[in-house]
């Protein structure tokens, strides 16, 4: 068979690239191929990496398909050009092959125990260096529990109280109709005072420091990570856990208690706005009849939960923040991850709880 | 002699309203060229490439590059200047959550309406070209500071543009390396006349690459000549800067 014969324009490059190759590469990919291709450089003043890409890549697919590809009347200059930008490498034509479906399971659960067993192992170190480092504050960075306690507990204050006072308001708000059918105003003082204490207050007081300081916690460790800081540290003979995690570790598990106390409060003062409003209960009653029907049971669920999310939320955002990879980018992912899966495990935790102390 | 491709009237400059950072700069940079500019850390040429590119406007003097002056051109004018241009920022400015691939596709996407396969070749040959062919799927942060260098030279190239800016190429790099990449510098310089202005520190490398030296001192030029005038220049700084 003839060869094909074409004819190149006169610039080969980004602007008439695609003009050239599209054709020719219909031409060699199709039915009917011819068995040699000249390529006539016979008009070819310039040509750019986008012109000697359409020549490479052209010569790449003819070999695949057993035809030649000719270079007629190449200029010195072109040539030289072809050849700055030729690929040398072999490209690699190996595809990533998929893995089966059981490895797959296989390798996400082998994965999933190694995370369960680095979260047991830093959670162990985390206790371990706790109380080591309260005999020595020298291990911990000076002033940081104090720093952090403002910083977790009492800024949060303002925003903690504002929201558990509109849900001790609305506990009681939805109740009061159905109450008011039977005549029962004044048990809305139980039902708010044991929904608050026993479960919403610890859980919003919970989800709120998790969005707030556990974010804020693996944010600021995964930067250290990515930017050598820790590293350094290291290098400097500081261990980053009771210098950096420690403080925060007490700072959170003194606050969060405390937080949670005040959130109870504003959530039952929520209550008695409604009842003084809606159902004409005055406040003493109201506050007597909170009184009467609070066991220690009670109290204490509310503060046993508040320290076990504590521990969650900081054991959660140190995980996360020591597990970043890449650069910024992680911290952002890290992030994110941190919040969701502490407020998923506070809930956890909460149902737990509430299992094990309530179900008969 | 030639018309230059930019030139630098005047130009005065700086962060704050206060602390002129460029003094009264002149300079006058001629096509298909290599360009090297030396001076101390901190003295400002980082701050001199981003008045070039458009980053940042002059208090005082004009800016002309390619026959335009910066400061009476609209958005479309310029964006076509920009498209002439590649810049290497010091620091590299690959985007850290795509692939070192996806970065060098950006302009080229961007720019040409040219098909998947060939938008593809040209990746993997810009990156053969900074010797980074293993590089193609890897995110910039698997990359070492040297490689990350390449990758963004890579991108800046991804145009063949007319004017290649590049701020300190060889920092970070080993002198293996560097000295394949002035090979390359030479090579686009020769094949596709490309004008070349490097920052850099690299004695060995200014002595291979460089048509002419521009010496910033303290935001003002203190030499500006053909290397073999630098390399006989009585000036201190110059002389011990070559010794
Ligand atoms: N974004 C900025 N804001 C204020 N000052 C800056 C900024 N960037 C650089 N500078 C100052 O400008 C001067 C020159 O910086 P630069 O041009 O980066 O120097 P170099 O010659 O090392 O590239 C330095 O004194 C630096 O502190
Ligand atoms: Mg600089």
Redesign the interface.
């Known amino acids: 068979m003839e060869p094909y014969s074409f004819e190149l324009p006169e610039t080969l490059?980004?602007h008439s690239?695609?003009s050239v190759?599209?054709p020719l590469?219909m031409l060699i990919s199709g039915e009917k191929p011819p068995s040699a291709i000249v390529l006539d450089f016979k008009r070819v003043k310039s040509l750019?990496?986008?012109g000697?890409?359409?020549v490479?890549?052209l010569q790449k697919i003819a070999e695949q398909k057993n035809i030649t590809l000719i270079r007629q009347n190449l200029a010195e200059?072109i040539s030289?050009?072809l050849q700055?930008?030729?690929?040398?490498?072999q490209?690699s034509t190996k595809k990533e092959e998929k893995p089966l479906f059981l490895e797959k399971v296989g390798d996400t659960g082998f994965s999933l125990l190694h995370s369960l067993g680095n979260l047991v192992l830093l959670l162990s170190n985390m206790m371990y260096w706790s109380f080591i480092a309260f005999f020595k504050p020298g291990l911990r960075r000076k002033d940081e529990v104090i720093h952090q306690s403002l910083n977790i507990g009492a800024n949060a204050l303002g925003i903690v109280g504002l929201i558990s006072f509109l849900i001790g308001f609305v506990l009681a708000l939805q109740s009061a109709a159905q109450l008011q059918l039977y005549g029962a105003n004044i048990y809305v003082a139980d039902l708010v005072a044991l929904a608050m204490i026993s479960e919403m207050g610890p859980l919003i007081t919970a989800i709120m420091v998790a969005g707030r300081s556990g974010s804020a916690i693996a944010a600021e460790i995964a930067t250290m990570q990515v930017s050598e800081e820790i590293d350094a540290l290291k290098v400097m003979g500081i261990d980053p856990l009771p210098y950096l995690v420690v403080p925060k570790v007490y700072a959170i598990t003194m606050t969060l208690p405390l937080l949670t106390m005040f959130a109870n409060a504003l959530g039952i003062m929520g209550g008695m706005l409604i009842g003084y409003t809606y159902l004409d209960i005055e406040i003493l009653p109201f506050y007597n009849e909170v009184l009467s029907v609070l066991r220690y049971k009670e109290v204490f669920i509310s503060l046993l939960k508040s320290f076990v999310f504590a521990w969650i939320i900081i054991v959660t955002g140190t995980y996360f923040g020591f597990k970043v990879?890449?650069?910024?980018?992680?911290v952002g992912r890290v992030t994110t991850a941190s919040v969701v899966f502490s407020i998923f495990w506070v809930i956890v935790a909460d149902s737990i709880i509430g299992l094990l102390f309530y179900f008969r | 002699m030639q018309t230059p491709i930019i030139e630098i009237k005047n130009l005065s400059s700086g962060y704050e309203e206060d602390v002129l950072i460029l003094k009264d700069v002149n300079l006058t940079i001629y096509p298909n060229q290599i360009t090297t500019i030396l001076g101390t850390s901190g003295c400002g040429k980082t701050t001199l490439l981003k008045h070039l590119i458009g980053l940042l406007t002059p208090l005082e003097g004009e800016l002309i590059v390619l026959g335009k002056n910066l400061a009476q051109i609209d958005e479309n004018e310029m964006n076509s200047i920009l498209r002439k241009m590649g810049v290497l920022f010091q620091n590299g400015a690959l985007l850290n959550s795509i692939s070192v691939a996806e970065n060098i596709a950006i302009p080229l996407e961007q720019h040409t309406s040219l098909s998947k396969d060939l938008i593809e070749h040209l990746i993997r040959i810009k990156l053969e070209l900074v010797g980074l062919s293993h590089a193609y799927h890897l995110l910039p942060s698997e990359l070492s500071g040297g490689m990350r260098k390449r990758a963004a030279l890579a991108r800046a190239l991804a145009l063949d543009p007319q004017i290649l800016f590049a701020d300190e190429p060889s920092a970070g790099l080993d002198p293996v390396t560097t000295a394949a990449l002035d090979h390359l510098l030479i090579s686009l310089q020769k094949q596709l006349g490309m004008t070349v202005v490097v920052v850099t520190h690299e004695v060995n490398s200014i002595r291979r690459i460089a048509d002419r030296v521009v010496y910033l001192d303290n935001g003002q030029i203190l030499f500006s000549g053909t290397l073999d005038e630098a390399l006989q220049s009585p000036l201190p700084q110059l002389q011990s800067f070559f010794s």
């Not at chain 1, 700055?84 to 490498?89: G, K, M, P």
């Not at chain 1, 990879?325 to 992680?330: F, I, R, Y």
């Open positions: 490059d980004f690239a695609e190759y599209r590469q750019d990496s986008a000697a890409a359409v490479d890549r200059s030289q050009t700055l930008f030729q690929l040398q490498e490209q990879k890449g650069g910024a980018e992680g």
